[in-house]
């Protein structure tokens, strides 16, 4: 926000498209309660810049999913296989060691190139994109460092309803961590799948064949995330 | 949170939580072939561990990045929010995780100039504004 004058009105945005996601789940945490830029500028500052409608919340919960050869998966009854495309991660403790951590903090790019590489697509193939969301920040850094827009831009972009159904990339359609439910990583996998089995009700992407799902943490003690995973799922081999 | 040397017994670091406990000297821990200073501890990634070693410094250096929190993270905590807490490159060059004092957190600024606390019996060490 210091080197690109994102805002926290960008921040409320990212808040308020996310709960129009989840009006439409009834197992999201925030179902029935819609919010406005408003209610987002008037929730308290928990630890500058977010205040509590940029957070995500504990959740009980369960997620489930197999993980199988992509021969067997065929064979299983009743079953809609999805298919890992392609999978990469990056971690950037070489920053660590060379003090240059904080402008550059997660670790994208080497994760999205291997990914991509093994899934033999490019950005644009990228039908959903599920990102990992614990605050509004995230989504913003997320679309920047893929490319979905320009470095600096993911604010207005999300402003500008970027990642909303309709948007250049629709994505945290189930409501994100943030106002569906929190179940570390498997937030954006599960909806992923959704997307890919055409099981996402209202907020299902037409088409949806290729979908991006991300995640990151890890710290090692003196830093915070640090490692980043992406995820290149399709509803075909 | 009183006395974090016992929590961190046996540790690598509690050289560092000793000597800050027993005489307010802040520890770095150098290698002793390349000179270069690290913190937390931790293995030269040129010279391996058997290089290092701890060593006082004057503690100084300059705010890298900080927030202020508006909830106090420990109920210890409480009586000072909203307070600052940042990242500092210290002038040997490392980071530092600590909170700033001394100063209200709307006037604190990236790049500020801040040095160790002492005093005060601090059982972490925070720091002020030089």
Same mark, same amino acid.
């Given at each position: 926000?210091?080197?690109?004058?994102?805002?926290?009105?960008?921040?409320?945005?990212?808040?308020?498209?996310?709960?129009?996601?989840?009006?439409?789940?009834?197992?999201?945490?925030?179902?029935?309660?819609?919010?406005?830029?408003?209610?987002?500028?008037?929730?308290?500052?928990?630890?500058?810049?977010?205040?509590?409608?940029?957070?995500?919340?504990?959740?009980?919960?369960?997620?489930?999913?197999?993980?199988?050869?992509?021969?067997?998966?065929?064979?299983?009854?009743?079953?809609?296989?999805?298919?890992?495309?392609?999978?990469?991660?990056?971690?950037?403790?070489?920053?660590?060691?060379?003090?240059?951590?904080?402008?550059?903090?997660?670790?994208?790019?080497?994760?999205?190139?291997?990914?991509?590489?093994?899934?033999?697509?490019?950005?644009?193939?990228?039908?959903?994109?599920?990102?990992?969301?614990?605050?509004?920040?995230?989504?913003?850094?997320?679309?920047?460092?893929?490319?979905?827009?320009?470095?600096?831009?993911?604010?207005?972009?999300?402003?500008?309803?970027?990642?909303?159904?309709?948007?250049?990339?629709?994505?945290?359609?189930?409501?994100?961590?943030?106002?569906?439910?929190?179940?570390?990583?498997?937030?954006?996998?599960?909806?992923?799948?959704?997307?890919?089995?055409?099981?996402?009700?209202?907020?299902?992407?037409?088409?949806?064949?290729?979908?991006?799902?991300?995640?990151?943490?890890?710290?090692?003690?003196?830093?915070?995330?640090?490692?980043?995973?992406?995820?290149?799922?399709?509803?075909?081999? | 949170?009183?006395?974090?040397?016992?929590?961190?017994?046996?540790?690598?670091?509690?050289?560092?939580?000793?000597?800050?406990?027993?005489?307010?000297?802040?520890?770095?821990?150098?290698?002793?072939?390349?000179?270069?200073?690290?913190?937390?501890?931790?293995?030269?990634?040129?010279?391996?561990?058997? #290089?290092?070693?701890?060593?006082?410094?004057? +503690?100084?250096?300059?705010? !890298?990045?900080?927030?202020? &929190? $508006?909830?106090?993270? %420990?109920?210890?905590? #409480?009586?000072?929010?909203?307070?600052?807490? +940042?990242?500092?490159?210290? !002038?040997?060059?490392?980071? &530092? $995780?600590?909170?700033? %004092?001394?100063?209200?957190?709307?006037?604190?600024?990236?790049?500020?100039?801040?040095?160790?606390?002492?005093?005060?019996?601090?059982?972490?060490?925070?720091?002020?504004?030089?």
């Amino acid at each position: 926000m210091d080197h690109f004058g994102t805002t926290s009105e960008h921040l409320g945005a990212g808040a308020v498209q996310l709960r129009q996601h989840a009006l439409h789940r009834p197992d999201a945490i925030t179902y029935g309660q819609p919010i406005t830029l408003e209610d987002h500028q008037a929730s308290p500052m928990v630890v500058e810049p977010f205040r509590m409608l940029d957070c995500c919340r504990d959740t009980d919960g369960g997620a489930v999913f197999l993980l199988t050869s992509a021969a067997r998966a065929k064979t299983m009854p009743g079953v809609r296989p999805i298919y890992i495309r392609g999978m990469g991660f990056g971690h950037n403790i070489r920053n660590w060691h060379g003090r240059d951590v904080y402008a550059h903090h997660d670790d994208v790019a080497p994760a999205a190139a291997r990914a991509f590489a093994q899934a033999g697509i490019m950005l644009d193939d990228i039908d959903t994109a599920q990102f990992y969301d614990p605050f509004t920040i995230s989504i913003i850094m997320q679309l920047e460092h893929y490319g979905f827009c320009k470095s600096g831009h993911g604010g207005p972009f999300v402003a500008d309803g970027g990642i909303a159904l309709d948007g250049k990339i629709p994505a945290n359609t189930g409501g994100g961590q943030i106002s569906g439910f929190y179940a570390a990583g498997f937030t954006p996998i599960i909806e992923a799948m959704k997307q890919l089995r055409g099981e996402a009700g209202a907020m299902q992407v037409k088409n949806a064949n290729i979908a991006l799902s991300s995640g990151h943490g890890l710290n090692g003690g003196v830093q915070n995330t640090w490692s980043h995973g992406t995820l290149i799922l399709g509803n075909e081999p | 949170m009183n006395n974090i040397a016992a929590l961190i017994q046996g540790e690598p670091d509690a050289p560092f939580w000793d000597a800050w406990r027993d005489g307010e000297r802040f520890l770095l821990h150098r290698c002793g072939i390349c000179g270069r200073h690290e913190w937390p501890a931790t293995c030269c990634i040129e010279y391996g561990l058997s #290089a290092m070693e701890w060593v006082e410094v004057p +503690a100084t250096g300059v705010i !890298d990045s900080f927030t202020i &929190f $508006h909830r106090a993270y %420990t109920k210890e905590l #409480a009586a000072d929010v909203p307070y600052t807490l +940042a990242v500092l490159r210290l !002038d040997e060059g490392p980071y &530092f $995780h600590t909170r700033i %004092t001394g100063i209200a957190p709307e006037s604190i600024r990236i790049g500020m100039r801040v040095r160790l606390r002492r005093g005060t019996g601090d059982s972490f060490p925070l720091f002020l504004p030089e």
